[in-house]
């Protein structure tokens, strides 16, 4: 089984974005040093407790200081943008640190309404030309316009000698449809969907044109069940914070006197996909969503109040994993 890390640059409550970010780079460096295959980190736009909007230039600082761990986003959120110039930063990016740079695509708007409008007026039209935002994306990284085209007289350099690669994530039958239908990777998203995952992933290896597939998992990891447990409450914590508008930061889970006993029973039974508990115990979880899924790669999402242990709770899985 291949391991690799997903990276929403989580803000813990008391902590500053500079810190959130300054993790981030030691997080990478530990991945890269443990051995795990890539290290994606997730665009978001005003959302209190996450730290980047803008995954490329957090990519170019972990580059520079690692030297085998494949990086890139996840996802840019192509209906902000124009294709071209997504092109031109990964390009850049993959001519720093050739044949490392992966381009992962989504679609979703990735902060609040107003935010969506401030960024792109026209963001649902741009959403249903997805599809064709895809497809010029795709011939800017090939150069494969045709001769006629308007865009094949320009090029989005510089030139990298190995192009990024580009993946399709989402949470649904129909980023799975549409991501088989261009030949594209698949990373699902199992921890923040309610839809059929193995089912959706069954479907996408049956297209034609499929290639690889990954599946986006939330862990919590430590040495002991009853310590990782704890360490859940962060994130458990937080999603109720976030239910209610409330929180600017990942919260410390274990101090939960002023919440109401409703909240306290939510918090008992919530993030049912959260996988949590020592290392064989997740190793054992792990390897049945294997089986499940059919796939050899998870990408982890670890989010605690405290980054040592997060960091902890991913070396943990390196050493079960061998890797």
């Given at each position: ?29 530990l ?12 665009e ?24 085998n761990i494949?990086i890139?986003?996840?996802a840019?959120?192509?209906p ?173 889970g ?18 049912n ?34 980054y ?16």
């Open positions: 089984m291949k391991l690799s890390i997903l990276d929403q640059v989580p803000i813990s409550e008391g902590s500053s974005p500079q810190e959130a970010l300054q993790e981030t780079i030691k997080l990478a460096k991945g890269d040093e443990l051995g795990y295959k890539r290290y994606w980190i997730a978001h736009h005003d959302m209190k407790g996450l730290g980047c909007p803008a995954p490329d230039m957090v990519l170019s600082l972990i580059g520079s200081q690692t030297n494949r890139g986003a996840g840019v959120l192509l902000h943008y124009m294709p071209f110039h997504v092109v031109e930063k990964y390009n850049l990016l993959a001519t720093l640190y050739p044949n490392r740079v992966e381009l992962g695509i989504g679609r979703a708007p990735g902060g609040s309404a107003e935010v969506t409008m401030a960024m792109s007026a026209n963001f649902l039209e741009n959403v249903r030309q997805m599809p064709s935002s895809i497809d010029n994306l795709l011939h800017f990284l090939n150069q494969s316009f045709p001769k006629d085209h308007m865009f094949s007289k320009i090029n989005p350099t510089p030139l990298p000698p190995v192009s990024p690669v580009p993946w399709l994530l989402g949470t649904s039958e129909k980023s799975a449809i549409q991501a088989a239908e261009k030949g594209l990777p698949y990373a699902f998203g199992h921890f923040m969907s309610d839809e059929d995952g193995p089912s959706i992933i069954k479907n996408y290896k049956q297209g034609e044109a499929s290639k690889e597939a990954l599946i986006a998992v939330s862990v919590i990891c430590a040495e002991t069940n009853e310590e990782a447990n704890i360490l859940a409450m962060d994130s458990k914590r937080w999603k109720i914070e976030q239910a209610k508008g409330e929180g600017n930061g990942v919260p410390d274990r101090k939960t006197s002023h919440l109401t006993t409703e909240e306290k029973r939510q918090l008992a039974s919530s993030d996909k959260l996988i949590i508990g020592n290392p064989k115990q997740v190793r054992k979880q792990l390897e049945e969503l294997q089986r499940v899924y059919k796939v050899d790669e998870f990408m982890i999402l670890t989010i605690t109040h405290n040592e242990a997060r960091r902890r709770s991913y070396k943990l899985l390196a050493e079960e994993f061998d890797l």
